[in-house]
């Protein structure tokens, strides 16, 4: 293969003496020698146990929330404690994890994966069952249900389900975290090192996310499953008091990560090269693999210098800040703001999310990694078409703005009870109940609008059992003109306009194709990072970039977007001894552009920078391609001047070569 051939940024590598380092580094090539592809095979099962866990974390985070009692910023805190554990040691596991056997630092890596994951299931266990505010009951002597009178008397109130032991989950989420930062950047650079170049992007397509699947199953499953009975739940998935079994898939996940880190343990040091078996080779320049700790310890300053003075990389690192920040807010709170602005249950949300969501962007990842194997893009072209796909995809998401779905009508929340000037969950037909001012236990009445309970709605009486119990008598739902018998109201909030339902699927539709265009290029911008820098520092420039984007994304884009949802907040839950619980109603219009328009600035701003990068790149490879054509220019020069000098010389000796037999005669 010529250098020509070959793609920026990338030389032949060249062959590694195993044996200087270990004597039986022969016997290692000859005995055990795996393919590339086996080790293919084993990363790809441990991307897809991580990528599981994170993205069941993330289709979980209304579940955690309902069933700690918690704000949204405090349960993005506990998203973002993922990142804080990645970057306490992300750094150095890239830097220093390069020089040693790093099979067996990921292997390390996914055990503590596994173990978190497991820790963040651990609070189910340690809480009591879940209880949740409700007018029905049931008998423990008859198994049935009695009623409460819903004009006169308090609701049942569960016990304290704002346990402190949500500070576990964080924990577990931290130590998943630190696992996770063995897997990313030394998987990565293990594959680029030992794979052709114009193959590491193909290779690095690995793995579905499928966390959304699990998560819609278990959020359609009661959390005290097989310990209660599920008769006996008046509430359903839609209401915004379930809470699904969101501690089991962490089980599934936390096993999966800790099975993937066996075969990792059994794995050599260094790999054949593709098409080469037999013949080791090192990484990348610079890895060395019996380098001590003390000379990498004392090069790393010196490496970090260079990085951070590569101007290219830094505006790589600031677009994909921004870029960074939109991708988190979507990805954490999408199934939430689905949930919120479209009425869609949680489990619903989940698995028609992951239906159309997973499989767009694996064909755009997948399609990705194709189009640099097949047509070997340098870094410029690479960075126009990742520049190109990312505002194709972002082109396809300004549609969202016209998905404008109505808040539901909530009496004395959203719209003001008949007759009444202002607001309030109080009026005239419900002053007598004495109903409770923290009292959520919604209703629908037959006129549409949805009350805060049967007792706000006036309801005198009922009928029926558990989820098919109805009020009658309703006398707030008879002020809009309803006669007695039409007066009722069933549990549960009204349903959402048809109309909802069709903007759900159009939403789907457009975020299915905004994702494909912008994962089309994601192959193309990741392999910019290992491209733009020297050779040896590619393992350290995918760890300072996972660790800039952690640290000014991954951790505050949840914490402070949680804080802006929660300012949004029209109807806030009561902790049974005081204190504000978890948000119960959202004002669905102001979420609706909070998120939508911070995620396109957002995104904005990533590609204004990004193109200032696809700037920087051309100017570059244009002042190579000058310097290429001076050397050569130099070379063609020097090869006019030397063979006019060797025809010099030989016209030379020809004329002294007739002149000899004249002398001679002389």
Same mark, same amino acid.
């Given at each position: ?27 290692? =090539? ?85 173990? @978190? ?10 809480? @009591? ?8 009951s049931y008998s423990k002597d008859a198994d049935n249900f009695t009623v409460t009178s819903p004009c006169s008397s308090t609701s ?10 949500? +500070?576990?989950?964080?924990? @577990? ?66 209401? *915004? ?7 089991? /898939?962490? +089980? =599934? ?16 040091? !260094? ?37 951070? *003075?590569?101007? +290219? ?7 994909? #800040? ?55 893009? /340098? ?28 808040? &539901? ?10 007759? %009444? ?9 419900? &002053? ?25 709605? /006036? ?30 109201? #069933? ?82 839950? &009561? ?6 619980? !978890?948000? $119960? ?14 995620? *396109?600035?957002? $995104? ?14 051309? !100017? ?13 220019? %130099? ?32």
């Open positions: 293969m010529t250098l020509e051939a070959r793609p920026e940024g990338f030389s032949e590598p060249a062959p590694l003496d195993k044996t200087a380092c270990d004597p039986k580094a022969s016997c290692v =090539v000859t005995c055990c020698s795996p393919s590339l592809k086996m080790f293919i095979g084993v990363l790809a099962f441990s991307f897809l146990s991580k990528s599981l866990s994170g993205s069941y974390t993330k289709s979980t985070i209304t579940q955690i929330e309902r069933r700690f009692e918690i704000s949204s910023s405090v349960v993005g805190t506990i998203d973002g404690s993922f990142e804080m554990g990645n970057l306490l040691v992300i750094t150095f596991v890239s830097y220093f994890g390069a020089k040693f056997h790093r099979p067996r630092i990921i292997g390390a890596g996914l055990l503590l994966m596994g173990m @978190g994951t497991l820790l963040m299931a651990l609070p189910h266990f340690l809480m @009591g069952r879940y209880n949740y505010e409700t007018v029905a049942q109130n569960g016990e304290e389900n704002g346990s402190p032991t949500w +500070i576990l989950v964080m924990f @577990g989420n931290v130590i998943r975290g630190i696992g996770e930062a063995t897997v990313g950047p030394l998987g990565v650079s293990f594959i680029d090192d030992f794979a052709r170049p114009e193959n590491s992007a193909f290779y690095i397509v690995i793995g579905p996310l499928l966390g959304y699947s699990l998560g819609s199953i278990c959020a359609n499953i009661y959390v005290d499953f097989g310990f209660v009975n599920l008769d006996n739940v008046a509430i359903t998935p839609q209401d *915004s008091r379930w809470v699904g079994a969101w501690w089991l /898939g962490f +089980i =599934v996940a936390g096993i999966l990560s800790l099975l993937s880190a066996v075969p990792f343990w059994f794995l050599p040091r !260094a790999l054949p090269e593709a098409g080469r078996p037999g013949q080791l080779f090192g990484g990348s320049k610079g890895h060395k693999f019996c380098s001590k700790p003390v000379s990498s310890a004392l090069d790393f300053v010196p490496s970090l210098k260079r990085l951070l *003075s590569n101007r +290219i990389y830094i505006l790589y690192l600031i677009s994909h #800040v921004a870029i960074f920040n939109a991708f988190v807010i979507i990805v954490t709170y999408t199934p939430k703001y689905v949930e919120q602005h479209f009425g869609q249950s949680a489990s619903r949300a989940n698995v028609l999310l992951g239906v159309t969501t997973i499989p767009a962007t694996c064909v755009g990842i997948f399609l990705s990694g194709l189009i640099m194997k097949r047509f070997k893009l /340098g870094m410029l072209g690479a960075a126009r078409l990742g520049l190109l796909t990312s505002v194709a995809g972002f082109l396809c998401s300004m549609p969202y703005f016209a998905l404008s779905c109505p808040n &539901t009508d909530m009496a004395g929340i959203t719209v003001p009870y008949q007759g %009444e000037v202002e607001g309030g969950v109080l009026s005239s037909c419900n &002053t007598e109940c004495g109903c409770p001012m923290n009292q959520w236990d919604p209703v629908c009445g037959q006129n549409g609008v949805s009350y805060v309970s049967a007792c706000y709605a /006036g309801c005198n009486s009922t009928h029926g059992l558990g989820r098919n119990m109805t009020f009658h008598g309703c006398r707030c739902v008879q002020t809009w003109g309803m006669s007695d018998g039409n007066s009722s109201a #069933v549990l549960g909030q009204c349903p959402r306009h048809s109309s909802c339902s069709r903007m759900f699927y159009v939403y789907l539709v457009l975020q299915a194709l905004s994702f494909f265009f912008y994962c089309l290029g994601s192959v193309c911008t990741f392999i910019i990072c290992l491209r733009s820098v020297q050779p040896e520092l590619k393992s350290l420039s995918t760890g300072v970039f996972m660790l800039v984007l952690r640290v000014l994304g991954g951790i505050p884009a949840p914490i402070y977007f949680g804080a802006l949802i929660d300012s949004t907040c029209l109807k806030w839950g &009561t902790r049974r001894c005081g204190g504000r619980g !978890a948000c $119960r109603m959202y004002d669905t219009q102001t979420f609706r552009f909070l998120f939508l328009g911070l995620i *396109s600035c957002l $995104r904005l701003c990533g590609y204004a920078v990004f193109w200032l990068m696809v700037v920087s790149i051309k !100017a570059k490879v244009q002042r190579e391609q000058r310097a290429t054509a001076e050397v050569e220019l %130099e070379k063609g020069v020097g090869a006019a001047v030397e063979a006019g000098a060797l025809l010099k010389d030989s016209l030379a000796t020809e004329k002294c070569g007739a002149l000899k037999p004249v002398t001679e005669s002389v």
